[in-house]
């Protein structure tokens, strides 16, 4: 079977594109806001549960874990076995997880449910940007792409407002009930769709993936414990050694299978290396600094607990925004230029939160500029790196894409995590604290805007732009 992109809508079996954005949106909201609107509810969880922070605390990192483990997985499967039939399997899973974690019993169950949540939420991303891939035509990717994309970081930069608003009025089990109708709705409305492929192989690489995941789960356990134990310590630095073993062996393996999950070849590639390398430094800036920012303002700006969960809003709402609007421009100006303007004006607004922020005001200012940088950006990486693969991969594309983006941010969010540990022990002041990591997010930032630079040029090199120096 071979995909077919059309320059126009599909009409029909498929529904109209703004129909099949919708109902991608739906899923792709849904299975981002569970990646952190449990965060309010881990207090809570603790009593109910009888058990401690340490081990509430794995409800967040497991679902984080497997959803970006299973990206690249989920974009082959989409791939191979057609993109509407793994979305659906996904919001299917995801919905199951849903139901299955609101009868948890133990502390433990819920974190196994967990799993089966983040494995379907793995598989709607990758298959959900690869349908819209392959149905919107060219000339509106930038905005069905930058729509996608802000529903994705909107539902989890809302998250922790919305969990803390329904577990005070409902308890912590309603922020799981509500995604079982959103996700039946979800598949209703998807059958509608029209089936579209990419690859015709059937191989499947599972070795890979498994080595994938234990590779990314080695180096979160040991960055997890590394938190309150030195390197090492015996509980801490076998995880690194065995991050370390698993990486080669993961490297040597996709070396030599016919279709790895990750293809290394692919990855090596000047440009798509460039790109992979500033999705991740960009997520774990923004998982560095952006998840501690209602904590900066209830520790640093001593805000309420309620005003602190909605300082948030100005960011939301400037990246939903300016993500709808970049995707316009991506269409007009192309993509790599709007997502170095992007870049540069997230650089602006970390140097803003680590240097001017000193009250409410000036926090949703720079807030507001920080969401504004996302947003314009966000579509361009996906379109770039669909832009590098086959058509017949595009699913296998955005999932590498997406595995690098979402472990950036769960390893930034741990990196964040090490310096308020400092400020725990005294070593430092919270103000102090929170100034590194704000100065964190700002170098990694600088550093991935400078790779898209770097893009820029690998790319009008080849294209004849920028005529090599004549040697003498």
Not at 404 to 426: C, M
Request: include cysteine; aromatic fraction near 10%.
């Amino acid at each position: 079977m071979s995909e077919i992109i059309n320059n126009e809508p599909q009409k029909g079996a498929l529904g109209s594109l703004y129909y099949v954005l919708l109902v991608l949106a739906l899923g792709v909201f849904m299975s981002s806001l569970d990646m952190i609107i449990f965060s309010p509810a881990l207090p809570t969880i603790v009593s109910d549960l009888h058990t401690s922070f340490d081990w509430v605390a794995w409800t967040l990192t497991i679902y984080l874990l497997f959803f970006a483990a299973i990206m690249p997985l989920g974009g082959k499967l989409s791939d191979v076995f057609g993109r509407k039939r793994v979305y659906i399997a996904g919001i299917a899973m995801f919905t199951l997880g849903s139901f299955l974690s609101s009868l948890s019993w133990d502390i433990y169950s819920l974190i196994a449910f967990r799993g089966v949540q983040a494995i379907g939420g793995g598989l709607i991303l990758p298959s959900a940007l690869s349908a819209m891939g392959s149905v919107a035509p060219k000339n509106q990717q930038g905005k069905t792409m930058g729509a996608l994309m802000a529903m994705s970081a909107v539902a989890m930069v809302i998250g922790p407002s919305i969990g803390g608003y329904i577990i005070a009025h409902f308890g912590w089990r309603a922020v799981l009930y509500i995604n079982i109708p959103i996700g039946i709705l979800a598949i209703i409305l998807a059958l509608r769709f029209k089936e579209s492929y990419g690859e015709t192989s059937h191989h499947i690489d599972v070795v890979g993936s498994l080595l994938l995941t234990g590779g990314l789960a080695s180096v979160l356990l040991g960055m997890v414990r590394l938190e309150s134990l030195p390197l090492t310590d015996l509980t801490v630095f076998p995880f690194f050694i065995a991050a370390l073993l698993l990486g080669v062996l993961l490297v040597i393996y996709e070396k030599r299978v016919p279709e790895p999950i990750l293809d290394m070849a692919t990855i090596a590639r000047g440009n798509v290396f460039s790109l992979n390398l500033a999705a991740l430094l960009s997520s774990v800036s923004l998982g560095c600094a952006m998840m501690y920012v209602p904590s900066f303002a209830q520790i640093v700006l001593h805000m309420n607990v309620e005003d602190s969960s909605n300082i948030l809003t100005p960011l939301s709402v400037s990246l939903f925004f300016a993500a709808i609007i970049g995707g316009m421009l991506i269409d007009k100006f192309g993509s790599k230029p709007i997502l170095l303007v992007g870049m540069m004006i997230t650089v602006v607004g970390f140097f803003g939160m680590a240097q001017y922020v000193n009250d409410s005001l000036s926090l949703g200012i720079v807030l507001a500029i920080l969401g504004l940088g996302m947003g314009v950006g966000m579509g361009a990486f996906q379109i770039i790196m669909m832009s590098f693969m086959p058509v017949s991969e595009l699913g296998t594309g955005t999932g590498i894409l997406n595995t690098f983006r979402n472990s950036g941010t769960t390893v930034g969010s741990i990196i964040g995590g090490f310096f308020l540990a400092d400020a725990t022990s005294k070593v430092v002041t919270y103000s102090q604290a929170f100034g590194n990591i704000f100065w964190i997010g700002t170098v990694l930032s600088i550093l991935a805007a400078i790779m898209v630079v770097y893009l820029i040029v690998i790319d009008r090199k080849k294209a004849g732009i920028i005529a090599p120096v004549p040697t003498q």
